[in-house]
C-alpha cells in the first residue's frame, strides 16, 4: 500500500460467501434447511463426533475455482486446509477447517465505480473453509437471557475473498460488494436470498492509527453504516488526543452503532496446522477447462451496443443477474422505452414494497409496455397499473391484464380533441402565464400544461397537450 495522507480511510474486506451447493463441504448433509426446524441436517461429521473423517465436495472446489478464475487470481499448484483453533459453543469440533498459508488463489482483482471513477481492487486470496454453526439469541433485545445453537448450517461452504486495504470509503466498500454478488450470481455459484449468503468482516483504520475489526456484517447497507458510524467513532477519538485500541467489534445493525467485544486477535492465537484428515488440493490444471459465461460489465457493454441504451441505464439493468433477464425478456417492445421503465420505475415499485424482480409477471408486464407504446395510455396512467399489478402480485392473487385494470379504472387515453375546450380555459384563466410563455419562458409551459391535467385526470398525454396549447395561443396573438 502506497503512503497515504494523514487522516485517510483505511479500508480491507473479508467477505465470506456461502456457496450454492446442494450438500455440506465435507459431508452429504444438504443446505437447504430453511424450511425445517434446528439440528435436523446434521450428521456425525458436521458435528464433529469422534471417529468421523471429512469427504471433500468436489462441486464447492469446482465453484471456488469459478471464482477465482472471474476474478483473475493466480491458482495455486497446491493449496492446503488447516484447522483453526478456537472455542465457541457453535463450532461443535473446537476448530474450524479452513484454509491459511496455502490458499487456492492469490493476487486477484475486481473493477469498481469508485468515488473518483473506475478503480482496481485487490483480491489478496481466496479460500475454502466450513461455516460454523448458528447461535440464537433468546430475549433481552441487545443483552439476550440465553443463547441456543443450531448446527444446521456447521459445515455449510463458505468461499472467504480477502481484500487489500485499498477502499477508501463506506460507499466504495458497499460497491465493491455490490459488485462482486452480482458477479457471484453471474456465475451461479451464489443464491443471496439464502440466510447469512454474504457476511462481511471489515478491516478500518485512520492513517497513523491502530487497526480496528467490525465483525459480521450480514447486509449491504449494514456495510456502509457500520463504517460510516467506526469512522465518526474513531475521528471523534482523535479529536479528543485519546487512544484507538486495536480491537474487535461488532456492528449492532438495530442501533446502527459498533460495540467493543474483545482484543483483536492475531494469527498465532489460533494455533494454525495443516489438516491431518484431508490431502492438499492439486487443482490449478481445472481451470483450464471451466468456461466462465457473460460477467456484468460484458453484458453492460453489450446492452449499450445492442439496445442503444444508457451506459446509467446499462449499468443498472446488469446490476443484478435476474433483473438483466428480465429486461432481455421485455426488450422487444422498444428497448430504450423498456429500459427506462424497468430501471427507473418498475425497481423503484419494487423496493418501495420490498419485493425481487422474480415476483413480476413479464407477460402483463409486456402487455403495459406495449399500452404505452401504442399511446393507448398515459404514463401516469401505466404507472397506477404497474402498482395495481404489483400489489395483487405481492398477495399472490392473479394478476388481472392491464387493459381489465385500464377499464376497470377508467385509465384510457382521451382523444386530443377533446382537450381543446380545456386547454381554452386555462389559458383565458392563466393570463399572466400565456404573456410570460410568450416572452421565451419555457416554465410558463409546463404551468399551463400541468393546469389541464388536473382537469383531465391524467389521462393526456403532456407532449400532446403542450402542442395544442402552443398552437391554441399562437391562434390568439396579435396579428395571427
Not at 473423517?53 to 475455482?65: D, G, I, K, Q
Not at 443483552?143 to 461452504?157: A, C, F, H, T
Not at 423503484?348 to 407477460?363: A, F, H, K, T
Amino acid at each position: 500500500m502506497r503512503d497515504e495522507p494523514a487522516g485517510t480511510v483505511i479500508i480491507g474486506l473479508e467477505i465470506h460467501t456461502q456457496l450454492n451447493t446442494a450438500s455440506k463441504l465435507f459431508c452429504g448433509c444438504s443446505t437447504d434447511y430453511r424450511t425445517d426446524g434446528p439440528n435436523t441436517h446434521v450428521c456425525p461429521i458436521c458435528m464433529g463426533l469422534p471417529g468421523s473423517l471429512p469427504r471433500m465436495n468436489r462441486r464447492a472446489v469446482e465453484f471456488a475455482l469459478r471464482v477465482a478464475k472471474a476474478l483473475h487470481c493466480e491458482v495455486l499448484e497446491e493449496a492446503e486446509f488447516a484447522r483453526k483453533n478456537y472455542f465457541y459453543p457453535d463450532l461443535p469440533k473446537g476448530f474450524q477447517i479452513t484454509m491459511y498459508d496455502r490458499p487456492l488463489g492469490v493476487q486477484g482483482y475486481l473493477d469498481i465505480e469508485g468515488d473518483d471513477g473506475e478503480k482496481r481492487i485487490r483480491i489478496t486470496r481466496i479460500h475454502l473453509e466450513e461455516d460454523p454453526g448458528r447461535l440464537v439469541h433468546k430475549g433481552g433485545g441487545d443483552r439476550p437471557k440465553y443463547s441456543l445453537v443450531d448446527y444446521n448450517r456447521s459445515g455449510i461452504p463458505l468461499l472467504e475473498i480477502v481484500t487489500e486495504p485499498d477502499l477508501r470509503s463506506p460507499r466504495e466498500a458497499r460497491r465493491l460488494i455490490n459488485t462482486l454478488r452480482s458477479t457471484l450470481e453471474y456465475l451461479r455459484v451464489f443464491d443471496g436470498d439464502k440466510e447469512g449468503s454474504l457476511r462481511v468482516d471489515a478491516n478500518i483504520s485512520i492513517t497513523g492509527y491502530s487497526r480496528v475489526e467490525i465483525k459480521n456484517i450480514s447486509s449491504f447497507k449494514g456495510v456502509e453504516k457500520a463504517l460510516t458510524f467506526e469512522i465518526t467513532r474513531q475521528r471523534n477519538l482523535i479529536r479528543r488526543g485519546q487512544t484507538i485500541e486495536r480491537e474487535t467489534r461488532h456492528f449492532l445493525e438495530t442501533r446502527g452503532i459498533t460495540t467493543s467485544a474483545r482484543g483483536k486477535e492475531v494469527e498465532h492465537d489460533y494455533r494454525y496446522f495443516p489438516e491431518p484428515d484431508l490431502r492438499p488440493l492439486r487443482v490449478k490444471d481445472w481451470v483450464e477447462d471451466i468456461d466462465l459465461p457473460e460477467l456484468p460489465a460484458a453484458r453492460r457493454e453489450r446492452f449499450v451496443a445492442e439496445y442503444g441504451i444508457s451506459i446509467n441505464h446499462a449499468r443498472t439493468l446488469t446490476g443484478e443477474f435476474k433483473l438483466a433477464d428480465f429486461y432481455e425478456q421485455v426488450a422487444h417492445i422498444g428497448p430504450v422505452l423498456a429500459a427506462t421503465w424497468v430501471a427507473d420505475i418498475l425497481l423503484g415499485e419494487l423496493n418501495y414494497r420490498d419485493m425481487s424482480i422474480g415476483s413480476v409477471p413479464v407477460p402483463p408486464f409486456i402487455d403495459l409496455l406495449t399500452l404505452v407504446m401504442e399511446r393507448s395510455i398515459t404514463d401516469k396512467g401505466a404507472v397506477e397499473v404497474l402498482r395495481v399489478m404489483l400489489d395483487q402480485a405481492a398477495h399472490h392473487e392473479m394478476v388481472d391484464s392491464p387493459s381489465t385494470i385500464v377499464g376497470r379504472l377508467n385509465l384510457g387515453r382521451t382523444s386530443g380533441d377533446e382537450f381543446i375546450p380545456l386547454a381554452r380555459e386555462v389559458i383565458d384563466s392563466y393570463q399572466p402565464a400565456v404573456e410570460d410563455y410568450r416572452r421565451g419562458k419555457k416554465g410558463a409551459l409546463n404551468f399551463l400544461i400541468g393546469q389541464v391535467m388536473k382537469k383531465v385526470g391524467g389521462k393526456a398525454d403532456p407532449r400532446e397537450l403542450g402542442k395544442i396549447i402552443e398552437s391554441l395561443i399562437a391562434e390568439s396573438s396579435p396579428g395571427a
